[in-house]
T-cell receptor, first 112, second 114 residues
């Protein structure tokens, strides 16, 4: 079945540091890939998405490129802020259906 | 943008009582909504898929008689936790399939059963 694997956290960075959160997936066909962010006590917000190979999703300084050859969708940001502290979830959705499969989540803590 | 609300945001109840959680799509119609459960520091687990006007589809291991789902309109789905017990305490999150086939998530409902 489908699965998503994320690097375990927590990831602790200083403000303005470079961020990478790894995400790899296993799925049949050509899934769409997503990153969601969850701030403390809140639900999930869509951060970015990519629907086909080599697409790059970007939003709020975050980027992720759909790499089919490595089945990866790593999240990156060049300079993190304290306000980026949250839990980040990588997810996939096979185009044949609408069910999202989530990774385990990675907690990011950014210190001033 | 597409907004999904949940009510209540937090509920505390006694063991044995039932609790209803509402999920509304505020500015779009959603024929499909999803209910997730999230345990502390864990990922979201899909509980069921709710389709307007038809019975919900439950994931394996989720008791449909325990977690009643009603999707009576294109903007409202409800999850009722019947005869709640402390092990049902969790964070329940709904999402709605909206524009562009994207899932939009509600802010979640934290349930504590004493």
């Amino acid at each position: 079945g489908d699965s998503v694997t994320q690097m375990e956290g927590p990831v602790t960075l200083s403000e303005e540091a470079f961020l990478t959160i790894n995400c790899t997936y296993t799925a049949t066909g050509y899934p769409s890939l997503f990153w969601y962010v969850q701030y403390p006590g809140e639900g999930l917000q869509l951060l970015l998405k990519a629907t086909k190979a080599d697409d790059k999703g970007s939003n709020k300084g975050f980027e992720a490129t759909y790499r089919k050859e490595t089945t990866s969708f790593h999240l990156e940001k060049g300079s993190v802020q304290v306000s980026d502290s949250a839990v980040y979830f990588c997810a996939l959705r096979r185009n044949a259906g609408n069910m999202l499969t989530f990774g385990g989540g990675t907690r990011l803590m950014v210190k001033p | 943008g597409a907004v999904v609300s949940q009510h209540p945001s937090r509920v505390i109840c006694k063991s044995g009582t039932s609790v209803k959680i509402e999920c509304r799509s505020l500015d779009f119609q959603a024929t499909t909504m999803f209910w997730y459960r999230q345990f502390p520091k864990q990922s979201l687990m899909l509980m069921a898929t709710s389709n307007e006007g038809s019975k919900a589809t439950y994931e394996q291991g989720v008791e449909k008689d325990k977690f009643l789902i009603n999707h009576a309109s294109l903007t409202l789905s409800t999850l009722t936790v019947t005869s709640a017990h402390p092990e049902d305490s969790s964070f329940y999150i709904c999402s709605a399939r909206g524009p562009g086939e994207t899932q939009y998530f509600g802010p979640g409902t934290r349930l504590l059963v004493l």
